[in-house]
């Protein structure tokens, strides 16, 4: 008994582990059963049997990437409670790329938050409140806490947060979704798989946009009409 249950939970994990790339890859439409189970070498009745159907499959993939993603590149990428905005908003993007662009487990998670995001399935509610809202909320304070040392404040919530915050991720999802457009319109001393690189161009960007953003604040509230 106890051998078929070991058996049986290696079996398991070979199916998260062949699905979290297929999905990663194709999507949760595009990637299919026959297709994973060649790829972890089981059974195709084998995804029926322990998640139910090829959703309970995805749900699966999505808890475990999450947890193995966020244990080893997590969004503040180790750093210290002393850290400034500026390297806590570099160790945020540094993360993300390396979900989004890397390859092999971690990765996963980012990929298929791109393709959830891209094509969402009945479990993007799911993946907002465990992955992108944590996440979103994160990214959210380091953004203020970027204005607040250009002496704005901005109120948690507000359209000007927000859309810095998705200009952000933007950049980096730009990468990942439209990799086949940046390989044909690269110069040639470029290279697309060089995430540090990537990095910091997003991270030095993305710095000097919030600079601009309050300055342009800070000159509104010096008229003296403006209410």
Known sequence: MEENTIHSDDTKTRLIQAAGEEFAGHGFKGATVRDICRRAGAHVGAVNYHFGDKEGLYEAVLDYSHRMATQKYPPDM????????????????????????????????????????????????????????????????????????????????????????????????????AKEVVEALRPKSFDPANIETLADHVTLFSIGGIRALAKQEKSKKELPWNP
């Open 78 to 177: 180790g750093l210290d409670g002393r850290a400034g905005p500026e390297e806590r908003l570099s160790a945020f993007i540094r993360s993300l790329l390396l979900r989004i662009l890397g390859e092999g487990l971690p990765a996963w998670h980012g990929k298929l938050m791109a393709q959830e995001i891209a094509n969402p399935t009945g479990l993007m509610k799911q993946m907002i409140k465990n992955s992108i809202r944590p996440l979103h909320t994160h990214l959210s304070g380091i953004v203020s806490a970027l204005f607040q040392k250009e002496g704005v404040t901005v109120e948690t919530g507000s359209p000007a947060l927000f859309l810095c915050t998705m200009s952000i991720v933007g950049q980096c999802l730009h990468h990942f979704k």
